[in-house]
């Protein structure tokens, strides 16, 4: 079996005057969040064996948090994570990149990730937001085995923004990016994805 986790980079700073945002850093909260949701990863015994990154400075953060709790020295930066890229694309470099790996962690950006993760599982309909953490499963031998649909999301961890006593309607749930669903267990997709929501911050953030 393979396994790609996919980790949305952490939050990151604002625009500030005279960067890019190629070089936007994580702010506070997004250092926070990135280290509690290693940590939970970490807790699962899922280990991954190498860490692709975008080489925008947000992402390598990010990746770096995760590398760092797996001990893992040093970062394959790929610049095309950081633009447009498609299913194909991270076939191949997944393939070129790390042929061997069974376990592969990839940071990187929206809307281009929840992209891949449709792409993969065949049924993914969600904002992934800031630091959240996809695990897809492909009943595979080696990545050029590896085909769109056939994946199977094992597990899903997301930051839980909302204050705990904020009260919405049903419509606002549905219709809400950080919709906090009090059933772990969630069938969204061909097989039941554990949906694990991780208190990182006590603000209201919908981005």
């Not at 705990?164 to 990016?177: A, L, M, Y």
């Amino acid at each position: 079996m393979k396994q790609l986790i996919i980790v949305r980079h952490a939050k990151a700073e604002s625009q500030q005057p005279g960067k890019t945002d190629f070089e936007r850093a994580l702010c506070d909260r997004g250092k926070s969040d990135a280290v509690k949701m290693a940590n939970q990863l970490y807790s699962t015994e899922i280990t991954p064996e190498a860490v692709i990154c975008s080489s925008a400075k947000r992402a390598i953060e990010t990746a770096t948090v995760f590398a760092e709790q797996y001990g893992i020295d040093s970062l394959i930066k790929e610049e095309f994570l950081y633009g447009d890229y498609n299913f194909a694309d991270i076939k191949q470099l997944l393939i070129e990149e790390v042929p061997l790996a069974d376990t592969v962690l990839m940071v990187g950006h929206n809307p281009n990730l929840s992209y891949i993760i449709a792409k993969m599982t065949g049924d993914f309909h969600q904002h992934l937001p800031t630091a959240a953490v996809a695990v897809i499963d492909f009943d595979i031998e080696r990545w050029e085995e590896i085909t769109a649909s056939e994946g199977v999301m094992s597990l899903l961890f997301l930051p839980r923004t909302r204050k705990p006593d904020s009260v919405f309607t049903e419509e606002e749930n549905i219709n809400n990016p950080d919709y906090i669903d009090n059933n772990p267990h969630w069938n969204q997709h061909a097989g039941t994805v554990h949906v694990i929501y991780i208190m990182t911050t006590q603000c209201v953030n919908l981005q």
